[in-house]
């Protein structure tokens, strides 16, 4: 949804990128700030999340996120972009602690080798999320809860609704009965976790990647505005960022079955080609949603006009085969690929720049994933401990974007993109070498 927020507070607020860029910034800087607090209680005191038990800690996460969502009614009553930025930290807050709590969760669920693919399934669940949420966002608030005018009063409902959700959910997994991982043997203190060399490097890791992939979908809508790209405006550019964030989705559930326990080649390739088909065939309905006066109707986009993501797609599904299921080589080839993509974003125009930018999302897919697993392997006690030191880093995040803004400021939102090159070329290095877990 920031991806959608970022244009609308823009316009709303008159803002420059940079200013815009500070919803970021308030957002991913509360996982750093959050992290750091919890590092130093478990440093202290011990880990809270091992002390409390995973479930519980996701079910307070859910509750916070809601109470962030709310806060949007009055930011919007108050008319304060400064309160906005409020509210997106204690959401952040929220999504923080179910971080630490749900990445190491379904990493210990089952046999640490498939690890990597328990949690690209969770992350392609995710995605779901992530490519439905553009287009319902764009919807409401740009045509559902809009009076024809770009107001902060359209944001209201549509977060009090999330805000709901988010309890509703906390709820039901309160009442779900999930396995429980309490741990009641004396709980260990200090930084035990830092004296693993695939963690240090897998912090810098994370905060290059989430840092380049929040930068990069927060400026799309405005990279899709430029003339010499597509021309679109805000609205009509958020429906194509679900192709973005649905790229994402094919990505990490094609990664879920890569990375799983199927031993036969042709059933786990097989099988990868149907779920990515039906992922995007959900994108490309989702789409083709058209709302005018109110009135919904169906609008395909036609096949020569998708064309280059077919084909990116058809790039995607090949590196998982020449990856051969090994975290670290489709992590490099993934990351390299990514920055051929953004050279292409950067020096050409129109249909090739435009779709190079939203396959991003392809190659994004797995990272995250990909390098907690690294960076958490054979950390034994200390992987909660070594759980809230990677999700500090996603204050990547926070930092990148405002970077990038700055520099759309000064030399224009298609050069700003060669920043995120810097972060994959050190994910590239952390791929080849950063992740061998050498103990110092």
């Known amino acids: 949804m920031n991806d959608v927020l970022i ?62 969502c709310c806060l949007f009614y009055p930011a919007a009553q108050f008319q304060a972009y400064g309160f906005f930025l409020s509210a997106l930290f204690v959401l952040a807050t929220g999504v923080t602690i179910l971080q630490i709590a749900a990445n190491p969760y379904a990493a210990i669920l089952g046999k640490p080798e498939t690890a990597s693919s328990r949690l690209n399934l969770a992350q392609g669940y995710n995605s779901i999320g992530t490519t439905l949420a553009p287009f319902i966002g764009a919807l409401l608030i740009y045509k559902v809860f809009s009076d024809g005018n770009i107001t902060v009063d359209s944001l209201k409902l549509p977060y009090v609704i999330y805000g709901g959700a988010f309890i509703v959910l906390a709820l ?15 709980i260990l203190k200090g930084a035990g976790a830092l004296k693993f060399r695939q963690l240090r490097f897998g912090m810098f890791a994370i905060f290059a990647y989430v840092g380049a992939e929040v930068a990069i979908g927060s400026f799309l809508i405005n990279y899709f505005g430029l003339e010499n790209i597509m021309g679109f405006g805000e609205a009509e550019a958020g429906v194509y960022l679900s192709y973005y964030w649905g790229g994402a989705m094919i990505g990490r559930f094609m990664g879920s079955i890569s990375m799983g326990s199927i031993t036969s080649t042709a059933k786990k390739y097989g099988l990868m080609a149907a779920v990515a088909i039906a992922a995007f065939v959900l994108v490309y309905l989702v789409t083709s949603i058209k709302n005018e006066n109110g009135l919904f109707h169906m609008e395909f986009l036609s096949f020569s006009k998708i064309g280059l993501f077919l084909l990116f797609a058809l790039i995607n599904y090949a590196a998982f085969f020449i990856g051969k299921s090994s975290p670290s080589r489709i992590l490099a080839i993934f990351a390299s690929i990514i920055i051929i993509m953004l050279m292409l974003v950067v020096f050409t125009d129109g249909y090739i720049a435009f779709w190079s930018a939203i396959a991003i999302g392809l190659f994004n897919s797995i990272m995250w994933s990909n390098i907690f697993t690294l960076a958490i392997k054979d950390l034994g006690e200390h992987t909660s401990q070594g759980s809230s030191l990677l999700v500090m880093m996603i204050v990547g995040g926070a930092l990148v974007p405002p970077i990038q803004g700055l520099m759309a400021d000064v030399v224009g939102i298609q050069m700003s993109f060669l920043l995120p090159v810097i972060c994959y070329i050190y994910i590239v290095f952390y791929a080849v070498n950063g992740y061998k877990p050498m103990k110092n």
């Open 172 to 186: 039901l997994v309160r009442g779900v009965n999930l396995p429980s991982f309490v741990n009641k043997e004396k």
């Open 7 to 68: 244009p609308h507070l823009k316009a709303a607020f008159e803002l420059t990128y940079f200013q815009a860029a500070l919803v970021q910034f308030a957002f991913f800087g509360a996982f750093f700030i959050v992290s750091l607090i919890y590092f130093l209680i478990s440093v202290s005191k011990g880990d809270p999340i091992t002390k409390i038990g995973y479930k519980n800690g996701i079910v307070i996460g859910l509750v916070i996120c809601g109470i962030g």
